[in-house]
C-alpha cells in the first residue's frame, strides 16, 4: 500500500464528492489531503505544493480540464511519475481505453464504497512496485 504520509490531491468539481472521497482516504489512514476543483486548479496546486504530490485521484467529467486533460497533461509534465487513478461514471467506461493509452494508473466507476477504493489503491500500488 501507499505510505499513508503521502500526499494526496483530490480533484472533482463537485465539493460533496471531493469531501466523500477525501473523508475515504482518511478512513483509510492517509493523513495528507488536498484538493482541486478542476483540472486546471489540480495542476496548479501540483506546482505550488511545498510537499510533493504522490497520488491523484481525479474526477473524469469536470468544466474547464477534464479528467484525461489533466491526466495527459500531468504525464506531460515534471510530475509525470505521480500515480493517477480516474474516477469515472458508468456511462463513461467505454472511455477508459483512452485513460489507459494516456497512462492512467487505475480506475474506479462511482458510486464506490471506501473498501473498493482501498482494494483499488492497494492494487494500484503493487502494479507500480512490480513494474
Ligand atoms: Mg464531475
Redesign the pocket.
Known amino acids: 500500500m501507499f505510505d499513508l504520509k503521502t500526499r494526496v490531491l483530490v480533484v472533482?468539481?463537485?465539493s460533496t464528492?471531493r469531501k466523500i472521497v477525501s473523508k475515504s482516504l482518511k478512513n483509510i489512514g492517509f493523513t495528507d489531503i488536498i484538493d482541486a476543483a478542476d483540472g486546471v486548479q489540480a495542476f496548479t496546486a501540483l506546482q505550488s505544493s511545498e510537499i510533493p504530490v504522490g497520488l491523484i485521484v481525479s474526477?473524469?467529467?469536470?468544466p474547464n480540464c477534464t479528467g484525461l486533460e489533466f491526466l495527459k497533461r500531468v504525464r506531460a509534465s515534471n510530475y509525470k511519475d505521480v500515480a493517477f487513478v480516474l474516477l469515472t461514471a458508468e456511462s463513461e467506461i467505454e472511455q477508459v481505453k483512452e485513460a489507459v493509452a494516456a497512462g492512467v494508473d487505475n480506475y474506479i466507476v462511482k458510486p464506490f464504497t471506501p473498501a473498493v477504493l482501498q482494494q483499488k489503491l492497494e492494487e494500484t500500488h503493487k502494479r507500480r512496485t512490480a513494474a
Open positions: 472533482d468539481d463537485m464528492m474526477d473524469w467529467n469536470m
